[in-house]
Protein backbone atom coordinates (compact mmCIF):
# COMPACT_ATOMS: atom_id res chain seq x y z
CA UNK A 1 0.00 0.00 0.00
CA UNK A 2 1.71 3.40 -0.98
CA UNK A 3 1.67 5.86 1.93
CA UNK A 4 2.60 9.54 2.27
CA UNK A 5 6.10 10.09 3.72
CA UNK A 6 7.28 13.52 4.30
CA UNK A 7 11.14 14.21 5.04
CA UNK A 8 13.42 16.63 7.32
CA UNK A 9 17.42 16.41 7.28
CA UNK A 10 18.96 18.47 9.55
CA UNK A 11 22.97 19.66 9.77
CA UNK A 12 25.26 18.50 6.96
CA UNK A 13 25.00 18.69 3.34
CA UNK A 14 26.57 15.17 3.64
CA UNK A 15 23.47 14.39 5.74
CA UNK A 16 21.15 15.74 3.22
CA UNK A 17 22.66 13.39 0.23
CA UNK A 18 21.52 10.89 2.54
CA UNK A 19 18.06 11.86 2.90
CA UNK A 20 17.91 12.49 -1.23
CA UNK A 21 18.58 9.28 -1.63
CA UNK A 22 16.24 7.98 0.74
CA UNK A 23 13.52 10.26 -1.14
CA UNK A 24 14.43 8.57 -3.90
CA UNK A 25 13.74 5.08 -2.85
CA UNK A 26 10.75 5.59 -1.29
CA UNK A 27 9.44 7.35 -4.32
CA UNK A 28 10.95 4.00 -6.41
CA UNK A 29 8.70 1.93 -3.83
CA UNK A 30 5.72 3.49 -5.12
CA UNK A 31 5.15 6.30 -1.58
CA UNK A 32 4.44 9.43 -2.23
CA UNK A 33 6.80 12.29 -1.26
CA UNK A 34 4.72 15.04 0.57
CA UNK A 35 5.98 18.77 1.47
CA UNK A 36 4.21 18.84 4.74
CA UNK A 37 4.29 16.30 8.05
CA UNK A 38 0.49 17.52 8.32
CA UNK A 39 -0.20 15.49 5.05
CA UNK A 40 1.93 12.98 5.29
CA UNK A 41 1.52 9.03 7.17
CA UNK A 42 4.55 8.86 8.20
CA UNK A 43 7.60 11.82 9.17
CA UNK A 44 11.00 10.90 8.39
CA UNK A 45 13.78 13.12 10.63
CA UNK A 46 17.21 12.77 9.40
CA UNK A 47 19.10 14.14 12.43
CA UNK A 48 22.64 15.16 13.28
CA UNK A 49 24.55 14.12 15.98
CA UNK A 50 27.58 15.90 16.07
CA UNK A 51 27.01 17.78 18.82
CA UNK A 52 24.67 18.25 21.96
CA UNK A 53 22.85 21.17 20.50
CA UNK A 54 22.60 19.19 17.24
CA UNK A 55 20.50 16.26 19.12
CA UNK A 56 18.60 18.87 21.00
CA UNK A 57 17.23 20.40 17.96
CA UNK A 58 16.16 17.16 16.67
CA UNK A 59 14.38 16.08 19.71
CA UNK A 60 12.52 19.58 19.53
CA UNK A 61 11.52 18.76 15.82
CA UNK A 62 10.27 15.20 16.82
CA UNK A 63 8.32 16.33 19.98
CA UNK A 64 6.61 18.58 17.29
CA UNK A 65 5.94 16.08 14.86
CA UNK A 66 4.32 14.22 18.01
CA UNK A 67 2.13 16.82 18.23
CA UNK A 68 0.77 16.01 14.94
CA UNK A 69 0.51 12.61 15.69
CA UNK A 70 -2.13 13.07 18.56
CA UNK A 71 -3.70 15.34 17.09
CA UNK A 72 -4.37 12.22 14.08
CA UNK A 73 -2.74 14.42 11.27
CA UNK A 74 0.53 12.12 11.42
CA UNK A 75 0.55 8.03 12.25
CA UNK A 76 4.25 7.68 12.63
CA UNK A 77 7.72 8.81 12.73
CA UNK A 78 11.08 7.46 12.06
CA UNK A 79 14.37 9.01 13.33
CA UNK A 80 17.58 8.33 10.65
CA UNK A 81 20.97 9.62 10.58
CA UNK A 82 23.41 10.52 13.14
CA UNK A 83 21.66 10.97 16.20
CA UNK A 84 20.18 7.57 16.45
CA UNK A 85 23.37 5.47 15.42
CA UNK A 86 24.94 7.76 18.40
CA UNK A 87 22.09 6.76 20.73
CA UNK A 88 20.38 3.68 19.30
CA UNK A 89 18.49 2.33 22.31
CA UNK A 90 18.44 5.37 24.08
CA UNK A 91 16.20 7.32 21.29
CA UNK A 92 13.41 4.60 21.48
CA UNK A 93 13.43 4.47 25.15
CA UNK A 94 13.40 8.08 26.23
CA UNK A 95 11.44 9.09 22.89
CA UNK A 96 8.27 6.92 22.91
CA UNK A 97 6.81 9.03 20.36
CA UNK A 98 9.15 7.74 18.12
CA UNK A 99 8.20 4.72 16.15
CA UNK A 100 11.39 3.45 14.61
CA UNK A 101 15.25 4.20 14.33
CA UNK A 102 17.55 3.95 11.15
CA UNK A 103 21.28 4.54 11.85
CA UNK A 104 24.18 5.76 9.28
CA UNK A 105 24.69 2.17 8.52
CA UNK A 106 20.58 1.46 7.12
CA UNK A 107 19.95 4.43 5.29
CA UNK A 108 18.88 1.77 2.68
CA UNK A 109 15.93 -0.06 4.60
CA UNK A 110 14.33 3.25 4.53
CA UNK A 111 11.44 1.01 3.21
CA UNK A 112 11.19 -1.88 4.85
CA UNK A 113 11.42 -0.11 7.68
CA UNK A 114 8.03 2.21 6.02
CA UNK A 115 6.56 -0.70 5.87
CA UNK A 116 6.93 -2.23 9.19
CA UNK A 117 6.19 1.10 11.34
CA UNK A 118 2.75 1.16 9.32
CA UNK A 119 1.57 -2.34 8.96
CA UNK A 120 2.73 -3.96 12.19
CA UNK A 121 3.37 -3.01 15.65
CA UNK A 122 7.38 -3.26 15.60
CA UNK A 123 9.22 -0.15 16.20
CA UNK A 124 12.25 -1.03 14.11
CA UNK A 125 15.87 -0.62 15.01
CA UNK A 126 18.40 -1.34 11.99
CA UNK A 127 21.79 -0.56 12.58
CA UNK A 128 24.00 -1.53 9.59
CA UNK A 129 27.96 -1.92 9.36
CA UNK A 130 28.88 2.27 8.82
CA UNK A 131 31.90 0.99 7.70
CA UNK A 132 30.48 -1.14 5.02
CA UNK A 133 27.08 1.20 4.37
CA UNK A 134 27.05 1.46 0.34
CA UNK A 135 27.16 5.46 -0.55
CA UNK A 136 25.69 5.35 -4.17
CA UNK A 137 22.28 5.30 -5.56
CA UNK A 138 19.39 7.68 -7.21
CA UNK A 139 18.30 10.96 -5.35
CA UNK A 140 15.55 13.39 -5.57
CA UNK A 141 17.70 16.80 -5.68
CA UNK A 142 16.28 18.77 -2.76
CA UNK A 143 18.52 21.77 -3.63
CA UNK A 144 17.25 24.65 -5.86
CA UNK A 145 17.99 23.34 -9.54
CA UNK A 146 21.10 25.42 -10.11
CA UNK A 147 23.09 23.63 -7.77
CA UNK A 148 23.76 20.03 -5.64
CA UNK A 149 25.95 18.81 -4.03
CA UNK A 150 28.63 15.32 -4.78
CA UNK A 151 29.68 13.55 -2.16
CA UNK A 152 33.14 11.79 -3.07
CA UNK A 153 33.51 9.61 0.40
CA UNK A 154 32.39 8.71 3.27
CA UNK A 155 33.75 8.34 7.40
CA UNK A 156 36.62 10.08 8.39
CA UNK A 157 40.55 8.85 9.79
CA UNK A 158 41.44 11.87 11.44
CA UNK A 159 40.59 10.89 14.84
CA UNK A 160 40.35 14.66 15.84
CA UNK A 161 39.96 14.26 19.97
CA UNK A 162 36.84 16.45 19.99
CA UNK A 163 35.26 14.77 17.42
CA UNK A 164 32.61 12.23 17.21
CA UNK A 165 32.54 11.55 13.06
CA UNK A 166 34.73 8.48 13.01
CA UNK A 167 32.45 6.56 15.42
CA UNK A 168 29.03 7.34 13.29
CA UNK A 169 30.08 7.47 9.75
CA UNK A 170 33.00 4.51 9.46
CA UNK A 171 36.38 4.65 8.37
CA UNK A 172 37.50 6.80 5.19
CA UNK A 173 35.88 5.23 2.13
CA UNK A 174 36.19 7.05 -1.03
CA UNK A 175 33.80 6.54 -4.19
CA UNK A 176 35.31 4.96 -7.24
CA UNK A 177 35.98 7.70 -9.70
CA UNK A 178 33.88 5.94 -12.52
CA UNK A 179 30.68 6.31 -10.21
CA UNK A 180 31.29 9.82 -9.54
CA UNK A 181 31.94 10.87 -13.06
CA UNK A 182 28.24 8.87 -13.45
CA UNK A 183 26.92 10.96 -10.75
CA UNK A 184 28.18 14.17 -12.05
CA UNK A 185 27.47 13.74 -15.05
CA UNK A 186 23.67 13.53 -14.47
CA UNK A 187 23.55 16.29 -12.36
CA UNK A 188 25.18 18.51 -15.33
CA UNK A 189 22.49 17.06 -17.93
CA UNK A 190 19.84 17.57 -15.24
CA UNK A 191 20.85 21.36 -15.63
CA UNK A 192 22.53 22.00 -12.57
CA UNK A 193 25.43 25.02 -12.54
CA UNK A 194 27.53 24.58 -9.08
CA UNK A 195 28.66 21.59 -8.45
CA UNK A 196 29.70 21.61 -4.46
CA UNK A 197 32.41 18.69 -4.26
CA UNK A 198 31.75 17.21 -0.71
CA UNK A 199 33.44 14.78 2.02
CA UNK A 200 34.52 15.38 5.60
CA UNK A 201 38.17 15.57 4.23
CA UNK A 202 38.09 15.52 0.36
CA UNK A 203 42.02 16.24 0.17
CA UNK A 204 42.47 12.14 1.84
CA UNK A 205 40.27 10.85 -1.45
CA UNK A 206 41.50 7.96 -3.05
CA UNK A 207 44.49 7.00 -0.34
CA UNK A 208 42.38 4.60 0.87
CA UNK A 209 41.82 2.91 -2.64
CA UNK A 210 45.56 3.19 -4.33
CA UNK A 211 47.86 4.95 -1.57
CA UNK A 212 47.55 8.01 -3.92
CA UNK A 213 46.02 10.92 -3.54
CA UNK A 214 43.30 11.45 -6.98
CA UNK A 215 41.31 14.24 -5.61
CA UNK A 216 43.37 16.63 -8.40
CA UNK A 217 42.45 13.73 -10.83
CA UNK A 218 39.14 13.63 -10.09
CA UNK A 219 38.71 17.73 -10.37
CA UNK A 220 40.44 17.66 -13.67
CA UNK A 221 37.57 15.06 -15.15
CA UNK A 222 34.48 16.94 -13.59
CA UNK A 223 35.54 20.18 -15.17
CA UNK A 224 35.23 18.27 -18.32
CA UNK A 225 31.63 18.75 -17.77
CA UNK A 226 29.38 21.19 -18.37
CA UNK A 227 29.09 22.98 -14.97
CA UNK A 228 29.75 26.30 -14.76
CA UNK A 229 31.51 26.66 -11.42
CA UNK A 230 32.98 23.64 -8.86
CA UNK A 231 33.57 24.41 -5.29
CA UNK A 232 35.15 22.54 -2.74
CA UNK A 233 34.43 21.54 0.98
CA UNK A 234 36.30 20.35 3.23
CA UNK A 235 40.48 20.35 2.75
CA UNK A 236 42.48 18.76 5.47
CA UNK A 237 45.61 21.12 5.91
CA UNK A 238 48.24 18.77 5.79
CA UNK A 239 46.37 16.79 2.72
CA UNK A 240 46.88 19.58 0.40
CA UNK A 241 48.96 18.46 -2.37
CA UNK A 242 51.25 20.31 -4.81
CA UNK A 243 49.20 19.06 -7.72
CA UNK A 244 45.68 19.65 -6.15
CA UNK A 245 47.51 23.66 -5.67
CA UNK A 246 47.86 23.68 -9.12
CA UNK A 247 44.55 22.40 -10.58
CA UNK A 248 43.01 24.88 -8.56
CA UNK A 249 44.54 27.91 -9.96
CA UNK A 250 44.37 26.44 -13.28
CA UNK A 251 40.95 25.60 -14.14
CA UNK A 252 38.61 28.45 -14.31
CA UNK A 253 35.80 26.51 -13.43
CA UNK A 254 37.21 25.70 -9.51
CA UNK A 255 36.50 28.56 -7.52
CA UNK A 256 38.76 30.30 -5.74
CA UNK A 257 37.13 29.52 -2.12
CA UNK A 258 38.40 27.00 -0.14
CA UNK A 259 36.91 25.65 2.57
CA UNK A 260 39.60 24.55 4.92
CA UNK A 261 38.82 24.00 9.18
CA UNK A 262 41.99 24.75 11.17
CA UNK A 263 40.06 24.98 14.61
CA UNK A 264 42.66 26.69 16.24
CA UNK A 265 46.33 28.46 16.11
CA UNK A 266 48.16 27.28 18.98
CA UNK A 267 50.73 24.39 18.80
CA UNK A 268 50.23 22.84 22.27
CA UNK A 269 46.15 22.41 21.62
CA UNK A 270 46.61 21.38 18.01
CA UNK A 271 48.64 18.77 19.08
CA UNK A 272 46.60 17.58 22.14
CA UNK A 273 43.40 17.81 19.62
CA UNK A 274 45.35 14.93 17.54
CA UNK A 275 45.20 17.27 14.63
CA UNK A 276 48.65 17.27 12.50
CA UNK A 277 48.84 20.55 11.71
CA UNK A 278 50.91 24.00 13.56
CA UNK A 279 50.78 27.46 13.35
CA UNK A 280 53.56 27.68 11.05
CA UNK A 281 52.51 25.05 8.46
CA UNK A 282 48.74 26.96 8.71
CA UNK A 283 50.58 30.42 8.00
CA UNK A 284 52.75 28.73 5.48
CA UNK A 285 50.08 27.15 3.58
CA UNK A 286 48.16 29.45 3.50
CA UNK A 287 50.66 32.15 2.32
CA UNK A 288 51.12 29.84 -0.48
CA UNK A 289 47.51 29.23 -1.56
CA UNK A 290 47.23 33.42 -1.99
CA UNK A 291 50.00 33.39 -3.66
CA UNK A 292 48.95 31.01 -6.34
CA UNK A 293 45.10 30.97 -6.33
CA UNK A 294 44.70 34.96 -7.30
CA UNK A 295 41.34 35.89 -5.77
CA UNK A 296 41.44 33.57 -3.40
CA UNK A 297 39.15 33.53 -0.34
CA UNK A 298 39.57 31.10 2.57
CA UNK A 299 36.92 29.62 4.73
CA UNK A 300 37.74 28.21 8.33
CA UNK A 301 36.02 26.53 10.87
CA UNK A 302 37.66 27.72 14.42
CA UNK A 303 36.65 26.37 18.26
CA UNK A 304 37.05 28.49 20.96
CA UNK A 305 37.27 26.93 24.50
CA UNK A 306 39.39 23.50 23.65
CA UNK A 307 41.13 22.47 25.99
CA UNK A 308 44.30 24.17 26.77
CA UNK A 309 43.03 27.45 26.28
CA UNK A 310 43.94 30.02 28.50
CA UNK A 311 43.69 33.75 27.90
CA UNK A 312 46.95 33.88 26.37
CA UNK A 313 45.63 31.17 23.73
CA UNK A 314 42.77 33.21 22.93
CA UNK A 315 44.34 36.33 22.27
CA UNK A 316 46.92 34.06 19.75
CA UNK A 317 43.96 32.89 18.06
CA UNK A 318 42.55 35.96 18.21
CA UNK A 319 45.62 37.89 16.72
CA UNK A 320 46.25 35.19 13.74
CA UNK A 321 42.54 35.90 12.68
CA UNK A 322 43.90 39.47 12.37
CA UNK A 323 46.64 38.77 10.63
CA UNK A 324 45.70 35.68 8.12
CA UNK A 325 42.62 38.09 7.49
CA UNK A 326 40.45 34.70 6.94
CA UNK A 327 37.30 36.22 4.55
CA UNK A 328 35.03 33.43 5.87
CA UNK A 329 34.99 32.23 9.56
CA UNK A 330 32.73 29.44 11.65
CA UNK A 331 33.26 29.89 15.41
CA UNK A 332 31.71 27.80 17.69
CA UNK A 333 32.22 26.95 21.69
CA UNK A 334 34.00 24.08 22.53
CA UNK A 335 31.47 21.30 23.26
CA UNK A 336 32.70 18.35 25.49
CA UNK A 337 31.07 15.27 23.61
CA UNK A 338 30.37 12.19 25.50
CA UNK A 339 33.14 9.36 23.85
CA UNK A 340 35.71 12.03 22.68
CA UNK A 341 38.66 12.22 24.43
CA UNK A 342 38.46 15.95 24.57
CA UNK A 343 35.74 15.46 26.88
CA UNK A 344 37.83 14.12 29.41
CA UNK A 345 40.61 17.24 29.43
CA UNK A 346 40.26 19.77 31.56
CA UNK A 347 38.90 23.09 29.70
CA UNK A 348 36.62 26.67 30.27
CA UNK A 349 32.80 26.07 31.40
CA UNK A 350 30.81 26.79 28.51
CA UNK A 351 30.22 30.17 29.37
CA UNK A 352 33.20 31.44 28.98
CA UNK A 353 34.19 29.30 25.54
CA UNK A 354 30.62 31.23 24.83
CA UNK A 355 32.21 34.26 25.76
CA UNK A 356 35.17 33.88 23.59
CA UNK A 357 33.58 32.65 20.65
CA UNK A 358 31.31 36.00 20.51
CA UNK A 359 34.80 37.95 21.00
CA UNK A 360 36.38 35.88 17.91
CA UNK A 361 33.53 36.88 15.94
CA UNK A 362 33.48 40.85 16.69
CA UNK A 363 37.29 40.32 15.19
CA UNK A 364 36.69 38.47 12.20
CA UNK A 365 33.72 40.55 11.68
CA UNK A 366 36.32 43.33 11.36
CA UNK A 367 37.85 41.59 8.80
CA UNK A 368 35.08 40.88 6.96
CA UNK A 369 34.02 44.62 6.83
CA UNK A 370 37.42 45.80 5.49
CA UNK A 371 36.90 42.82 2.84
CA UNK A 372 33.49 43.88 1.67
CA UNK A 373 35.27 48.21 1.57
CA UNK A 374 37.86 46.96 -0.83
CA UNK A 375 35.18 45.11 -2.76
CA UNK A 376 33.36 48.80 -3.39
CA UNK A 377 33.47 49.55 -7.17
CA UNK A 378 34.74 46.34 -8.24
CA UNK A 379 32.41 43.91 -10.68
CA UNK A 380 31.63 40.24 -9.87
CA UNK A 381 29.52 37.08 -11.72
CA UNK A 382 27.23 36.74 -8.94
CA UNK A 383 24.32 33.57 -9.73
CA UNK A 384 20.96 35.13 -8.57
CA UNK A 385 18.76 32.84 -6.77
CA UNK A 386 15.84 35.17 -6.20
CA UNK A 387 14.03 38.08 -5.24
CA UNK A 388 13.81 39.35 -1.38
CA UNK A 389 10.66 41.22 -1.47
CA UNK A 390 10.70 42.80 1.80
CA UNK A 391 14.19 44.71 0.26
CA UNK A 392 12.89 44.89 -2.61
CA UNK A 393 16.22 43.51 -4.12
CA UNK A 394 17.36 40.51 -5.97
CA UNK A 395 19.92 38.61 -4.13
CA UNK A 396 22.51 36.22 -5.01
CA UNK A 397 26.09 34.74 -4.57
CA UNK A 398 29.52 34.92 -5.73
CA UNK A 399 32.35 32.41 -5.76
CA UNK A 400 33.00 33.89 -2.50
CA UNK A 401 29.79 32.86 -0.73
CA UNK A 402 28.61 29.49 -0.39
CA UNK A 403 25.17 28.18 -0.24
CA UNK A 404 23.62 27.79 3.51
CA UNK A 405 26.39 28.65 4.89
CA UNK A 406 27.63 32.52 3.82
CA UNK A 407 25.68 35.50 3.00
CA UNK A 408 24.02 36.66 -0.04
CA UNK A 409 24.27 39.64 -1.91
CA UNK A 410 21.88 41.82 -3.09
CA UNK A 411 21.53 44.20 -5.98
CA UNK A 412 19.22 45.59 -8.24
CA UNK A 413 18.54 44.89 -11.74
CA UNK A 414 16.65 47.21 -14.63
CA UNK A 415 16.78 43.89 -17.00
CA UNK A 416 14.85 41.12 -14.69
CA UNK A 417 17.43 38.40 -14.26
CA UNK A 418 16.09 34.82 -13.10
CA UNK A 419 17.13 32.67 -10.32
CA UNK A 420 19.81 30.07 -11.89
CA UNK A 421 21.29 33.11 -14.40
CA UNK A 422 24.35 34.17 -13.95
CA UNK A 423 25.00 38.46 -13.92
CA UNK A 424 27.63 40.92 -13.52
CA UNK A 425 27.32 43.00 -10.17
CA UNK A 426 28.91 46.23 -9.55
CA UNK A 427 29.21 46.77 -5.95
CA UNK A 428 27.83 49.65 -4.47
CA UNK A 429 27.36 49.55 -0.67
CA UNK A 430 26.97 47.29 2.51
CA UNK A 431 23.82 46.52 4.19
CA UNK A 432 23.99 44.63 7.75
CA UNK A 433 27.32 43.43 6.72
CA UNK A 434 26.12 41.96 3.06
CA UNK A 435 27.21 43.43 -0.23
CA UNK A 436 25.00 45.32 -2.17
CA UNK A 437 25.11 46.81 -6.01
CA UNK A 438 23.67 47.43 -9.39
CA UNK A 439 23.69 44.82 -12.27
CA UNK A 440 26.11 46.15 -15.17
Known amino acids: MPYKVYFLSLGCAKNQVNCEQM ?10 IVPAPAAADVAVVNTCGFLASACEEAIDHVLALAELKRAGSLKKILVTGCMAQRYQADVLEELPEIDGILGTGSYGDIVQAISEVMETDLRPCRLGNIHTAPQNGPRILSTPPWYAYLRIAEGCDNHCAYCVIPSLRGKYRSRPMAELLDEAAEL ?9 VIAQDITRYGTDLNGEHQLAALLRELCRLDFHWIRLHYLYPDEITEELIDVIAGEPKILPYLDIPIQHCNDRILKAMNRRDT ?3 IRDLFRTLRERI ?9 ITGLPGEGAAEFEELCEFLREQKIERAGVFPFSPEDGTPAAQMEHVDSEEAARRAEIAVDVQSDVIDAYNDALLGTEREVLCEGFDRQAQLFYGRSYAESPEIDGRIFFTAEEEPEPGDFVTIRFTGVMDGELTGERV
Open 23 to 32: MSLVQAAGHE
Open 188 to 196: SSAGVKELL
Open 294 to 302: PGLVLRTSL
Open 279 to 281: KAS
